[in-house]
C-alpha cells in the first residue's frame, strides 16, 4: 500500500484528539500532511552575538549561564529571566512573558537556540514559548523553518515534528505522478525529493525548485481533470449537430438594424461552427460590456429553431430577462421564432402556460431568470442552453441548467473579462471567443472622479444632459435609511432629495426591494423616457441597456469593486452620444484610491480585470466557490500563469496520444483519474 492513504493516525503523538484537530485543517492522510503546504518561511539560521541587530527577529545558540528568575506581575503576567551567553561570549537575557512554567527547563549550563525580537539597549531577547528549542532539534531551528497555518492543540511545533516524521519515514514512499519525460523536459525535482525540500528546504535554490516542481503538479492534475473529462464525454456523448442553412443565417444579419462589427462576426462563426459539430458546445464568449454580446445569443437561439430545436437563455435579473425578452421579440417573432418569458415574479396561471408551451414544443425560445432551474420545468428538445452574466451563477446552477437538455450546446457570456491568457488556461474544458471590438460611433465615457463637496457641480452637469434630452442613472449603495451606515448614502433618501433637485424632469427610484412588477414598471418607464433620471442602487449593475442614457454619477464609489464600477459605467455610453460617468468617493484605502485611479485612466474591461486582479488576489476575484474555480493549495494563478499554459499544453500533447491509457509511464495519471472519479469505468479495463 502506498504511504498515500495511510491515516495519520498512525503517526506517533497522534491520538483521537489530535487526529480531529488535523481533520479541522483537512488533514486525515499521510498525503494530506505531506501535501499541508507552509504558507511562508522563517529564516532561523542561527546568527552570530555580535551580528544581532536591534529590534530585528534573530535566532541565536545559546548556553544559559545562571539561575532563571519569574517575577510576578498580578495573577497572570510574569516575566522569567534568565542570564544567557552566546557562542561568540556574548552575554544577554532571555525573557519570556506569561511563561513561567519555562523554569524549570533553565537549568545552568544547559544549550540550546532561541528565536525572538532582539533589544539592543536591553541586551535581551523575548522569546516566544514554541520558540524555544533545545539544542539538537534542528527541525525548527538552526534552518529555514517551514510555517504552517494551525490550531488549537496542533501548534506550530506539534505540526513540524509532525511534518519531519512524515517526510522522513515516508516520504519515499509517495507515488510519482509525472511521466519521467515531463520531469526532465522541465528539469523538475522527483516528487519525493520536492515534498522534503517544500517543507524543510536546504536553501532559497532549493526551495525554489520544490515548488516549481509541485505547482506544476498542482497545475497538470488540474488541467489533465479537465481535459480528460471533456475527452472523454467527447466520444461517448454526442450531442446534437445543427445543420444550419446559409440563407437562415444572411436573413438573421439581414433582421438586425446595425451591421456586426468584425468581432462580432468572427465570434458568430465560432458559434455556429461549434453548433454544426456534433461535439457538444462549450464556448465562453467574453465581451466588454457593451460590446454587443447580446445578438450572438440571439443568434444561437434562432439556430436552434431553424434546426427544429429549442434554445433557452437565462440571465441573473428578472430587469434583464424582461429586456432580452423584448428584444428577442422583436427580433426572432418575425423569423418564425416564438418567444416565451419565465421568471418567478409570474403569476401561476402565465407560468402555467408557458411550462406547458415549452413542453409541447410551441415556444421555440425561453428567457429566463433561475426560474428555468426548477424541477417541473420541460422542454421537448433543449438543443442550446446560453447564460449571460454567467459569474453570477454557481457550478451547480450551470450543471442543472445543462441538463434540461440532452447534452445540449453550451454558450456562457460574460461581460467580467478574464485577462486572457488566464482564461485559457483556468478554462482548461472550455473554448474562449473575445469580441474585442466595440460597435463603430461608439462615443468614449468621460469619467470623473470628485470629492463629494464637488456633488452640486455634478448634478448641475447632469440636469444640463437632461437639456439635451438624455438620461441619466444615479448610483448609490444603499436602499434606504434602516440600513444606515455612517456617511453612506441611500437610494430612497437621495430619491427624495433628487426630485425636487430636478424638478420638472420625472425621476425614478429602483432597487432590489422593490416588487417585480413595480421594478418592471419603473424600468419600462425608464426605456421609453417617461423617466429622466433613475435612482438605483446596484440592481442595474448587469445587462441593462438604454442607449439614450449619457450619465451616470456614483455616490459612495469607494464602496464599489472595480469590476462593479466597470459594470455600472456600462450603462451610459451605449448610444451615438458622447458619455459620462462621475464617480463621487473619497477613498480611505490605497486599494480604493488605485480603484478611482484605474477607472479614469481606461475604459478597457481586460486591462481594469487585470488590475482587479492584481488589487484583490485570484481568490476573491474569480468568486472562487461561485465560479468553480478551485483554490490551489501552492499554485498562485497570477504568479504561476505561465506554468498554467505549459501543464494545459503538455495535458493536451498526453491525451493526443493514442496509447495515453496503455502505457505504463502515464499508468499513474490514469489511475489517479480514477481516484478522482473522473474516470469510471472503461471498456477493456
Ligand atoms: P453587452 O455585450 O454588454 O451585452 P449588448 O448586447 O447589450 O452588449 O449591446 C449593447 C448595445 O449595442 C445594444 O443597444 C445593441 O443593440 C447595440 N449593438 C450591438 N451590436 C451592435 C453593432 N454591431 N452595431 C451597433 N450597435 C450594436
Ligand atoms: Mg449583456
Redesign the pocket.
Known sequence: MSADTLSVSILPGVGPQRQRTLGLLGIETIADLLTYYPFRYEDRNAKAGRELADGARVTVRVTVDGMPGVKYRGKRASTTMVPVVTEDVRRLHAVWFNQPYVKDQLKPGRKMTITGKYDAKRRSISVAHHDFVVAGETVHSDRIVPVYEVKADITPKILRNLLAHAVKTYGEQVDELLPMILRQKYKLLDRCPALQQIHFPKDGEHLHQARRRLVFEEFFLFQLKLQAFRWLHRHEQPGVSHPIPEEALATFAERL?????GA?RRVAGEIVRDMQSPVPMNRLVQ?????????LAFLALYAAKVCGHQGALMVPTEILAEQHYRAAQELLEPLGCRVGMLVGSQKEKERRQVLAEMESGDVDVVIGTHALLEEGVRFRSLSVVIT?EQHRFGVEQRSIFRQKGHAPDVLF?S?TPIPRTLAMSVFGDLDVSV?DEL???RQPIQTYWITPDKEERALRFIRGELVKGRQAYIVCPLVEESEKVEGVVNATALYEMLKDWFAGYEVGLMHGKLKAAEKEDVMRRFTKNEIQVLVSTTVIEV?V?V?NSTAMMVYNAERFGLAQLHQLR?RVG??EHASSCILMSKPDTDAGLERMKAMVATQDGFVLAEKDLHLRGPGEFFGVRQSGIPEFKLGDLLQDAKIMEVARGEVQECLRAADFWTLPSYQPLVHYLKREKVLLQRAGD
Open positions: 438594424p446595425f451591421a456586426m462589427t462580432q465581451g466588454d460590456v457593451g460590446s454587443g454580446k447580446t445578438v449571460d457570456m461581460a469580441v460597435p463603430a460611433g445587462g441597456n442607449p456600462g451605449r448610444g
